[in-house]
């Protein structure tokens, strides 16, 4: 019996070990690499790899494909070769999950070696690791002491403009990270401009989700096209920096410094900008992030804030320090930056303190067309303005790795900011087919003096379970904002019937506001799998917010500014308290990813008038539906599609029933009474690349449609020239789309890179304009072309062409052409001369066509310097610089809006030369040698 029972197991261990090694088959097609046909009788040997001994022999048949079968698990070496072509040399891991399929094997004739080699190096160093793409670095060619700028524009599909501004994949890039963490906020030229090339290991390329789409796996439709810049391990010990100081003429100046120190896990910081030349300094995000002024928070469903800066329906407004190109700008501030690692990485703590002024002068000169029912107002507005900023932000996030199943991330930031502005307007407007009837003419004068503070915070939890896919996290985040803001007021309009002046009005008021806003959210979510691809999601959490907005306008008396002006002064409370909650499921494979869901919230609205004790109690239920479906055609195709439902709940500057007259020819006022707006969001892309012949092309389209929407309805006396808005949900939609094609390639016969576009956008926008309906359509076509070549130590050359098509048209005078073509050309040239000299040169055509109301517009700004460099690295550069040569540079832009349609001519900055010194220092360790990691051996 004991014989039998060893037997027995003998034989079952023998089957085991059989099973667990069985033999798999190879395959695969050899291909001529310039014809792509197969090829026959190509001899392709398996060899192992511990000692090259032969293990397998096949020929390929008349197709080009071979198969080698029953081979064992184990590592081999697969050689493939063909009289006069180059051998193909793969190293193969066989396991006994699957078939090995290995594909094409292309080969190449010796007389192209060389070349092909060049080629595989670059294919080696494009990898496809999920949905990322990673680039390395070593293995393209930038000048010496270039920076990360200089590195992505010689990346495949990756786009950098004069800007600074990059594109990738038809998508700007929002975030840029150094090691995957934030390097000075959300600021991506403080990255780009000043990390040296020679520092990068990897370029990673992906789409960034939130913390809590990452768990989950649900898509929230929360993602950022981000760069990831991935340091060489020898290139994290050390300092580096630039400073550069310039002068010019007509009193220009810049000045600019940067210092970094990398120790380790340790990365510190410093910057400094001092400059007139339109060079900030700070990020657009930090301050749309910590700098907003007014009240215009919008709250979304789920605790998400919506926020917009002080625009003109605000009584008063403070300037929030975005500089857009109007004005001459001076421009004073720094900023330091720390992050570290401890405690076996499992402490990460990362923070960043900016500081900054600016003042900005200059003057706005604006033509506007107002379609009515019964005629057109033309109205001219000149505005000489002066704006000044102080403001410092201080943020931190701390990451903390509890365990192998639980995280805790923590971001805080904060920010003080005082500014003022002065704005002096002179206005005129007309009436009548050639404008030969005067309605009014007017002056203006405001002048603001505001102090703003800020703060928010988000905490995330998350916590994993044994069971794989089981996981509860909970996020709680919390924005505060208080807004101070006082300043004068005074205006004169005088009115005309027949070209005879009748009437005058004056305003002469000083004006305080007031306000603040909390909004606290707190939500769990817990996700549970279903198998090992799929899982439900459920969510609950509760959000409150609350608006209190105190405006005051006293009218001017024999005591000063003591006469309380009620029609223009109101206190009033906005409280909303929201329970959420929802479920979703989703599944993922290697080829599909698909989402479903929906969220439900209560939403509870207390509206408080305290200058009359009104209090008005509403209730809503919103419903959020989404979904979403993945599916990857290979590593290098995806196609994707969603929908996101939303609701927004309107602002507490669209709710306070109070006028607001700081312009008396445009006079907003709030409605109590206005109900959440629901909208309705398609999404779709496409993205195929090859890389053998850097080939990238894919498409991305958006349509919304937004029901109940919060509009401005509209009446306009044509005699006085006054408008009157006022806030209304509208039982009309009103949409808007857009979507681009792009594809980008290497043309190997010139050896330069292309790259196209096709876009298409517009909106639909429907008002009530005295009364009538008035449908606003905009529609923007345009297609854009570049090309572009780099040859080491030679050349580095590109030009953009883009022809575009505007058609704006409104129900109300719609006999009126308002359609304009469009086009740019922008040629962009560095030539790289013997004894260390540089030339550049850039020129940026512009033309913007003619419409029934406004003549064309064209110019050409045209820069150049040349430079020589100095000292034995290169690193010292004296360089001499003209812009805007040919002095064309005149701020310009076309804009259509509601029943309006205008044109504004703005200061901006002109011809000036400067002469400038630079200097790159660098003390780190030793960069790796580019390596080559092809296939092919001679």
């Keep these: 019996m004991r014989k039998r029972l060893l037997l027995i197991a003998s034989g079952l261990l023998l089957l085991m070990q059989a099973f667990a090694q069985s033999p798999q ?124 700028e200089d590195l992505l524009k ?98 220009f100046y810049s000045t600019q410094g940067m210092f970094n120190y990398f120790k380790g896990k340790r990365k510190f910081a410093a910057y400094g900008t001092f400059a007139n030349t339109g060079k900030m300094g700070l990020g657009f995000q930090d301050q749309m992030k910590y700098g907003v002024s007014g009240n215009n928070v919008q709250i979304m469903d789920g605790g998400g804030i919506m926020i917009s800066g002080g625009s003109g329906d605000d009584a008063l407004s403070s300037w929030n320090g975005n500089y857009d190109g109007h004005g001459i700008p001076i421009v004073n501030s720094g900023g330091v930056h720390y992050d570290t690692k401890w405690n076996e990485d499992k402490d990460f703590l990362n923070l960043n303190y900016k500081i900054g002024g600016m003042s900005v002068k200059g003057n706005n000169s604006t033509d506007l067309q107002s379609n009515l029912p019964d005629g057109v107002l033309y109205t001219h507005t000149n505005d000489d303005f002066k704006k000044s900023l102080f403001r410092q932000k201080l943020d931190a996030a701390y990451e903390l790795k509890i365990d192998s199943m639980a995280t805790l991330k923590i971001n805080a930031g904060g920010s003080l900011s005082n500014n003022s502005t002065h704005d002096s307007y002179s206005t005129a407007a007309d009436r009548g087919i050639d404008r030969d009837t005067v309605v009014n003419r007017g002056n203006r004068n405001i002048n603001n003096d505001g102090h703003d503070k800020a703060f928010q915070m988000n905490a995330f939890w998350a916590q994993k379970f044994h069971k794989k896919g089981r996981a509860l996290t909970v996020n709680l985040s919390e924005y505060n904002k208080n807004s101070d803001i006082s300043g004068y007021l005074y205006s004169k309009y005088d009115y005309y019937k027949e070209n005879e002046m009748t009437d005058s009005e004056i305003t002469d008021q000083f004006k305080t506001s007031h306000s603040k806003s909390n909004n606290l959210d707190i939500k769990a979510t817990y996700t549970e799998p279903l198998s090992t691809k799929s899982s439900v999601v459920v969510n609950y959490g509760i959000n409150s917010v609350n608006s209190n907005s105190d405006l005051k306008s006293f009218n001017k008396g024999d005591a000063g500014y003591t006469e309380l002006d009620e029609t223009y002064s109101n206190h009033y409370l906005f409280d909303q308290f929201a329970h959420v909650g929802g479920a979703a499921y989703a599944y993922k494979d290697n080829k599909i990813q698909i989402s479903a869901g929906t969220n439900l919230s209560a939403v509870n609205y207390t509206q408080t008038n305290e200058y009359t004790s009104e209090e008005l109690k509403r209730d809503f239920i919103n419903w959020n539906p989404s979904a979403s479906f993945q599916y990857k055609f290979s590593s290098t195709r995806t196609m994707r599609i969603g929908y996101y439902g939303s609701t927004t709940q309107p602002s507490i500057t669209q709710l306070q029933p109070v006028q607001n007259n700081s312009d008396i020819q445009n006079v907003y006022i709030g409605n109590p009474d206005l109900k959440p707006s629901f909208r309705s969001s398609i999404n779709a892309s496409y993205f195929s690349s090859k890389v053998l012949n850097q080939r990238y092309m894919g498409f991305y389209g958006n349509y919304s449609i937004v029901s109940n929407p919060i509009v401005s309805n509209v009446t306009t006396d044509l005699d006085s020239g006054k408008s009157v808005y006022q806030y209304q949900n509208l039982n009309q939609s009103t949409t808007n789309y857009n979507g681009s094609i792009f594809y980008s390639r290497k043309l190997k016969f010139w050896d330069m890179n292309l790259s196209s576009d096709l876009n298409i956008s517009g909106n639909k926008y429907v008002n009530y304009t005295n009364s009538e309906m008035n449908v606003t359509k905009s529609n923007n076509y345009s297609a854009g072309l570049r090309l572009s070549k780099y040859k080491e130590k030679v050349l580095d050359c590109s030009i953009r062409l883009r022809g575009g098509y505007n058609s704006n048209s409104s129900t109300l005078q719609s006999q009126i052409d308002n359609n304009y073509w469009s086009y740019t050309i922008s040629p962009d040239l560095d030539f790289f001369l013997p004894a260390k000299f540089q030339i550049h040169t850039d020129l940026n055509y512009d033309y913007q066509g003619a419409t029934q109301s406004f003549d064309a517009r064209k110019q050409t700004i045209w820069n150049a310097w040349l430079g020589k460099k100095f000292l034995k690295d290169e ?51 030793a960069g790796k040698k580019a390596e080559g990691a092809g296939s092919v051996v001679k």
């Design 25 to 148: 088959n190879i395959t695969g097609k050899v291909v001529d690499t310039s014809t792509h046909q197969g090829m026959k009788n190509a001899a392709v040997l398996l060899l192992a790899a511990k000692d090259s001994i032969m293990n397998q022999f096949a020929r390929t048949d008349k197709d080009g494909a071979f198969s080698l079968k029953n081979v064992d698990t184990g590592n081999y070496v697969l050689l493939v070769t063909y009289p006069e072509f180059a051998d193909y040399v793969e190293k193969l891991h066989i396991t006994n999950e699957s078939p090995a399929k290995i594909g094409a094997i292309t080969l190449v004739e010796k007389a192209h070696l060389l070349e092909d080699v060049i080629v595989r190096q670059q294919i080696a160093a494009i990898r496809f690791k999920g949905d990322t793409t990673e680039f390395n670095a070593d293995s393209f060619r930038t000048q010496p002491n270039a920076n990360v």
């Design 875 to 925: 690193s010292l550069l004296l360089k001499f610089e003209a812009n805007d040569l040919l002095d064309q540079n005149k701020g310009f832009t076309r804009n259509a809006y509601n029943n309006n349609i205008s044109q504004t001519y703005y200061t901006t900055i002109h011809r000036y030369f400067m002469l400038s010194l630079t200097w790159d220092f660098n003390k780190m360790g």
């Design 154 to 251: 010689q990346l495949p599909g990756i786009q950098v403009d004069k800007d600074g501004k990059i594109t990738a994949q038809g998508k700007t890039v929002e975030k840029v990270l150094v090691d995957g963490e934030e390097f000075f906020g959300d600021d991506p030229t403080l990255v780009t401009k000043n990390l040296r090339a020679d520092m990068v290991d990897k370029v990673q390329l992906f789409d960034k989700t939130s913390d809590q789409a990452a768990m989950t796996g649900i898509d929230d439709g929360q993602k950022q096209k981000t760069i990831n810049i991935k340091l060489k391990e020898d290139k994290k010990n050390g300092y580096f920096g630039k400073l550069s100081a310039g002068v010019g003429t007509d009193d």
